[in-house]
């Protein structure tokens, strides 16, 4: 049990470190609302989940054999990223002035961006590389346990979520004019320009 609950403190101190995925996330939740971050997070969450599968039966093998595709997968989700990002920037004030609501992401190109920036993450390579075998023993890892490690992912995720989502949804109602609530969507829209940038250059 100390295992597990060694791999919940150390998987919450990653999850919920500032990253390409959090800054997606909270400008989501800002531009949106809590709700509007929900495919993104479920493809992170799904990432997560492929980390843990390919940490129990080889990361090194399946990313030998995945590696082209990941890289792919970055680079079309840095693109849409940016380009979703200079859009949110040019249509903030005339979007706001007249209150309307932005259209709704496809749900499986969020999906996909999520899993996108999870998957080539430098540093949720090195904690399912480095750390968790170093926690868990990956080689002894049974059903029930691999089940307990997805529970205790997806709960960690979900905490995640809804408290970066929250926030983005303080910062989005603290900002009630027209005005500000342009600078709030360009700022989103700056958010995600630059994660963008970082998916694509690390």
């Not at 590389?129 to 990956?138: E, Q, R, S, W, Y």
């Not at 027209?178 to 600078?183: L, M």
């Amino acid at each position: 049990m100390a295992q597990y609950l060694i791999f919940l403190l150390a998987f919450a101190a990653s999850a919920a470190l500032p990253g390409p995925e959090i800054a997606a996330l909270l400008a989501r939740s800002i531009s949106g609302g809590v709700a509007s971050s929900l495919p993104l997070a479920l493809g992170i969450i799904v990432g997560k989940l492929l980390m843990l599968t390919a940490a129990v039966i080889g990361l090194s093998a399946l990313l030998a054999i995945l590696g082209p595709a990941f890289v792919a997968l970055k680079y079309i989700g840095a693109a849409y990223l940016f380009w979703l990002g200079i859009k949110k920037w040019r249509k903030a004030g005339a979007a706001l002035a007249t209150e309307t609501a932005a259209p709704a992401a496809s749900l499986s190109i969020e999906i996909g961006l999520g899993l996108a920036m999870t998957v080539t993450n430098p540093l949720a390579i090195a904690f399912y590389m480095a750390l968790l075998p170093g926690v868990i023993n990956v080689s002894g890892v049974t059903l029930s346990s691999y089940l307990i490690l997805c529970g205790i992912i997806v709960g960690v995720m979900c905490a995640v979520v809804l408290g970066y989502g929250l926030v983005g949804e303080l910062a989005r109602k603290m900002f009630r004019s027209s005005r500000a609530k342009a600078n709030v969507e360009r700022a989103s829209g700056a958010m995600m320009i630059g994660v963008g940038v970082m998916l694509a250059t690390r």
